[in-house]
């Protein structure tokens, strides 16, 4: 046998047995914790597993535990932008947290809401999975309500409605919409237009409770007319920002829900003949690759998905490793990016209201 194969070749019960000079039904029995091995036998076992890097085979582990060692994660394709950049770096982190811990993730794809439960009552069933990562939270999950009911383990990558007993880990998306309204307001901006997503995400009534926060903060007036929500395109968000700029008094500014929404308002500022950052300031949220790339930049709050992916990892596994403990919840903060998207407003809102029509004049 080659230095390679020597090097990539899986540690055996066998190999522990011969380098302690051990039986294997004693090396396998200390590993699994019986109490007929003395402590000292135990530990000694344990560290040269662990020099040696012995990993034990998940199928063997199924049988003995009833467990996979396997992580559960359904995408649902049917959802829009199922497959946003942010999924490649949250599956990193996940990945690397599982492996850290000798765990596997296994990912499925499904097409609807009823086909994901059918997905994960099968590899549940079939072993493939202990228990589940449950992103994009819906504020009312049927996820959640089937995996409680089924007493099958699961941790969220959001906080949905009823989240007291629930495990959880997410970005205070709150604190940053509520940060968004005070950097607006400090460079002048009065009158704040809000396009927020789909109701039916978690994310979007955190968002949304953000916006309305900052502005008490800052001792600006809530106007619902300013506020469009349910947007989940740049189509949508394209339709939204022609509602709120045809408004007798517009925003001078427009916070978004996500990065996406916030290329709907560019395409209708250029369309518009709108210098963003001057006579309309934008700022997105996500951090994502397509904001880096909108001239002007885009001004955003990024989120570290890879840290995430990781934190969600190590915390299925500890409330695996230890079933009885209480649910466990953990936050972060997204990190702002400014940009040249925003800028002190060089026109007021009845300013802006005439200059739209002044361009509408021109090009009709």
Same mark, same amino acid.
């Given at each position: ?5 020597r090097?990539?070749a ?5 190999d522990l ?5 051990l ?8 590993l699994?914790g ?7 036998t135990?530990?000694?076992?344990i560290r040269?597993?662990?020099a040696m890097?012995y ?8 049988i ?8 559960g ?7 829009y932008d199922?497959h ?7 599956l990193?982190?996940l ?5 850290a ?13 009823t086909?994901?439960i059918r997905?994960m009552?099968d590899?549940?069933?079939d072993?493939?999975? /202990?228990g589940f990562?449950l ?5 009312? /999950?049927?996820r959640?309500?089937?995996?409680e009911?089924?007493?099958?383990p699961f ?5 949905p409605?009823?989240?007291e007993?629930?495990s959880?880990?997410?970005v205070?998306?709150?604190?940053a919409?509520?940060d ?5 307001a400090?460079l ?5 237009g809000y396009?927020?997503?789909a109701?039916d995400?978690a994310y ?5 409770d953000g916006?309305?926060?900052?502005l ?6 809530y /106007?619902a ?7 989940l395109?740049? /189509?949508?968000?394209a339709q939204?920002?022609r509602?709120l ?8 500014a ?15 500022a ?7 950052g ?8 996500d951090?994502a690759p ?7 930049r885009?001004?955003?709050f990024?989120?570290?998905n ?6 969600l990892?190590a ?6 490793q230890?079933p009885?403990a209480p649910a466990t919840q953990?936050?972060?903060?997204a990190?702002?990016t400014?940009g ?6 060089t026109?007021?809102s009845?300013?802006?209201a005439?200059?739209?029509?002044n361009?509408a004049?021109?090009?009709?």
């Open positions: 046998m080659d230095r390679r194969a090097d990539t899986r540690v055996t019960i066998s047995s011969r380098a302690l000079s039986t294997k039904g004693t090396v396998s029995r200390a699994n019986y109490p007929d091995i003395s402590e000292a135990r530990n000694r076992v040269a597993a662990q890097g990993r034990p085979l998940s199928q063997a582990q199924a003995k535990t009833g467990r996979s060692c396997s992580l994660l359904v995408v649902e394709l049917s959802q199922a946003r950049p942010f999924l490649a770096e949250f990193a982190g990945t690397q947290a599982a492996s811990e000798g765990w596997t993730l296994t990912i499925a794809t499904s097409e609807s809401e086909d994901t997905i009552r590899l549940v069933r072993r493939k999975a /202990d990562i992103q994009r939270v819906l504020w009312e /999950d049927p959640i309500a089937y995996l009911r089924e007493n099958v941790i969220c990558y959001g906080r409605k009823n989240r007993k629930v959880y880990f997410d205070v998306s709150e604190a919409m509520a968004a309204i005070t950097w607006l400090r002048g901006h009065v009158r704040i396009i927020g997503s109701p995400y979007s009534h955190a968002r949304r916006y309305r926060a900052g008490a903060a800052e001792g600006l007036t /106007d007319r300013l506020v469009v929500e349910g947007a395109s740049p /189509d949508h968000a939204a920002t509602q700029l045809a408004l007798e008094t517009p925003p001078t427009i916070l978004c829900a996500t990065d996406t929404l916030a290329r709907g308002v560019y395409e209708v250029n369309t518009l003949g709108l210098k963003i001057s006579e309309l300031s934008v700022v997105g949220y951090g397509e904001g880096q790339a909108m001239w002007p885009l001004a955003t990024a989120v570290d890879r840290q995430a992916g990781a934190r990892g915390m299925f596994i500890a409330r695996m230890d009885e953990g936050v972060i903060r990190t702002f400014p040249g998207s925003t800028g002190r407003p026109l007021t009845d300013q802006l005439r200059h739209l029509a361009l004049a021109v090009t009709a």
